[in-house]
């Protein structure tokens, strides 16, 4: 509620106070001059040896009364923009003011002490995300990349800190963002909706330094399932060829024994057909149970930089076939004999799917801090691309089906990543490994 004649701010209380006490003197002046009877000079004279000292007081007075306030007011706003090194130069060392100014110093030194603590905490929370082996992103409201870890720039092919501030669109993501009430609501979803299939996107909101950042994490659903069910597949091969291996063994040695003994005593010739018949679908499923465990195979790898000159070089010259090698990478770290082993079966895949005397070409070319090596056949495709790597499937009539198994098991052990799918330019394969990039 405001009343007639309320002052509005300090300066105006201390105006007013001082036009009173000036109107005061002047008055008292007045009827001293006037009862004093004193000449014109005498009152010029009083009048200005007065008002000067007067007006000089005045002055101080205000600037002493009013000067505190203003530093105060300049030390707020820096800690308002959360520079807490401002400190007021305090005129009086008693009092009021002096008490106000250190109360404010005080809350100063808290706050100081405070955001200490939370940008360590924010630190140790960045230093963590860059830890995690999951890839995880940090946008502020607007959708653009403020922070990621390793696992990020893996999984977009990108260093992050050179898409730094990019918007979320450049990273695949699509992001939309709407205020109700006091709520803010955020929606993320990938850009290529194939990718939900393979990878689970979960995001949360917090507040970091008064700004609203958005977290996103990224899960790989498809290696989860998959290395479950590698690991369910591996101790069962292990279990099923011990067993059958077990039983066959001595059913083979048996029927071996048997077909000696009628041979000898010249029994009749079906009996030992048949005992020839036991004993070779014996060593026939022996054999078969034997290659299904080596696909269970952990090698021992030795990762160390592959010169992928030497390497391809070495490979291409064991097939008399045009190969083009396009090399725009020289490195990776692999092992390089089981490197050799899978490009071996990958040229010979690509030969014989191969029409007449078309060349072969080899691509090796950077992503990020990957190397992706490329073999491209113009064969007759794949007919069926989701029995690629199931084991023993195959479309030769001479071949096994173990031998995209057992190359992708090798490019995982090192590390990398193998896919074999359809050209989209022309009729063909394209077989790609993915490698980590390494240094001479």
Known sequence: ???????????????????????????????????????????????????VPFAFACWYCTR???????????MIEAMRQEDYSQRANPRFIQGAVSLLNNEIALMAQDLQTRKNQYDQQAVLVLRLIEQLATPIGLFDAEGRLQHANEAFSKWCHKPWRSMKRSQAELFGLFFTAKQVGNEYLADWRFADVTLSAKWQLRHSQFVMQGQQYQLVVLTNIEQVVYQTEQTAWHKMTKVLSHEINNSLAPIKSLAQSLEHMLAAQHQEADVLQALCVIGERSESLMKFVNRYASLATDYDVHLAPVNLVECLETVTTLFDYPIDTQLNAEFVSADKVLLEQVMVNLLKNAIEASKGNAKIIISVVPKGPWVEITVLDNGCGIANPDNLFVPFYTTKSQGKGIGLTLCRNMIEQQGGKLSVSNRKDVTGVKATVLLEAANA
């Open 1 to 51: 509620m405001k009343f007639v004649g309320q002052v509005t701010s300090l300066e105006q209380l201390l105006r007013h106070f001082l036009v009173g006490i000036s109107l005061l003197v002047l008055s008292l002046l007045c009827m001293v001059f006037y009862f004093a009877q004193a000449s014109a000079l005498v009152i010029v004279t009083s009048m200005v040896l007065t008002s």
């Open 64 to 74: 002493a009364a009013l000067s505190p306030f203003y530093n105060l007011s300049v």
